[in-house]
């Protein structure tokens, strides 16, 4: 349960509004389904209209950058976010990446995708980048990222790190403050949450009490992650990312207190 209240629109200052109309908008635009809770975290932040602006345009900014492939990034992040066991970032995460081309059976995936032949080299090289960045403490190597740049220059480097640093925090926030599943992936398969990866290098496995079943009430992601504890989302799809975006796509210049 959300630990703190989320921001009703009759609650909110005028601008705040239109803000949270946009982005449930765009979310729904994005995840392909609309939801009671599909904006929550956006709601939450709410509370701190300035950083609500802040986080916005950082969300928008991730969105319309575009020198990386979506499918690579919207890959990238649901990996952190199975790897931060964030219900809301798994789930959103789940249903847009299925949405950008991403199977069923790539989601499930996930965990052992060093084994699966379901992924090209690159797709490989970006899982095993954001797993790296996702772990704590980091560990990206100077092998990993000289394998890096043999696909991409520096400006994408940046970028693709960016959203993988983003998910983290979009995770981070949606755990800390209690915010679960939305609903977006219910009825459907989802990825599931993950260990860490080891510090000797070894590739995350799913956590415990991780199903790959759909689920039906919660969504599947709420289900995989029952004691275990995603923005899948923030996306991230994954994450609150559609959400976020939408914040500054508003022109939300937000004045303190809405």
């Known amino acids: 349960m959300t630990r703190i209240q989320p921001v009703q629109p009759s609650e909110a200052g005028p601008l705040t509004r239109v803000v949270l109309r946009a982005a449930r908008r765009k979310t729904g635009q994005l995840a392909g389904r609309h939801t009671?809770?599909?904006?929550?975290?956006?709601?939450?932040?709410?509370?701190?209209?300035?950083?609500?602006?802040?986080?916005?345009?950082?969300?928008?900014?991730?969105?319309?950058?575009?020198?990386?492939?979506?499918?690579?990034?919207?890959?990238?992040?649901?990996?952190?976010?199975?790897?931060?066991?964030?219900?809301?970032?798994?789930?959103?995460?789940?249903?847009?990446?299925?949405?950008?081309?991403?199977?069923?059976?790539?989601?499930?995936?996930?965990?052992?995708?060093?084994?699966?032949?379901?992924?090209?080299?690159?797709?490989?090289?970006?899982?095993?980048?954001?797993?790296?960045?996702?772990?704590?403490?980091?560990?990206?190597?100077?092998?990993?990222?000289?394998?890096?740049?043999?696909?991409?220059?520096?400006?994408?480097l940046v970028e693709l790190t960016s959203i993988i640093a983003l998910e983290n925090f979009r995770g981070r926030f949606n755990l800390a403050l209690g915010i679960g599943a939305a609903g977006f992936s219910e009825g459907m398969v989802c990825a599931v949450p993950e260990t860490r990866p080891a510090s000797n290098g070894d590739q995350a496995q799913p956590g415990a009490g991780a199903s790959a079943a759909s689920a039906s009430g919660a969504s599947?992601?709420?289900?995989?992650?029952?004691?275990?504890?995603?923005?899948?989302?923030?996306?991230?799809?994954?994450?609150a990312s559609a959400a976020g975006a939408s914040a500054a796509g508003a022109q939300a210049t937000v004045a303190p207190g809405g």
């Open 220 to 239: 599947a992601s709420a289900a995989a992650a029952s004691g275990a504890g995603a923005s899948a989302a923030g996306t991230p799809a994954a994450g």
């Open 36 to 156: 009671d809770k599909m904006i929550e975290p956006i709601e939450v932040f709410a509370h701190a209209p300035r950083l609500l602006l802040g986080y916005g345009m950082m969300e928008l900014a991730s969105e319309k950058v575009g020198r990386v492939e979506p499918r690579l990034k919207e890959l990238a992040q649901l990996k952190a976010a199975a790897l931060s066991h964030c219900e809301y970032c798994i789930d959103i995460g789940s249903s847009i990446a299925r949405r950008s081309g991403l199977s069923d059976e790539q989601l499930l995936a996930l965990p052992t995708y060093r084994d699966s032949n379901l992924f090209g080299d690159l797709e490989k090289l970006v899982l095993e980048y954001a797993s790296g960045i996702s772990a704590t403490p980091v560990q990206v190597s100077d092998e990993l990222f000289a394998a890096l740049c043999e696909h991409f220059d520096e400006a994408q």
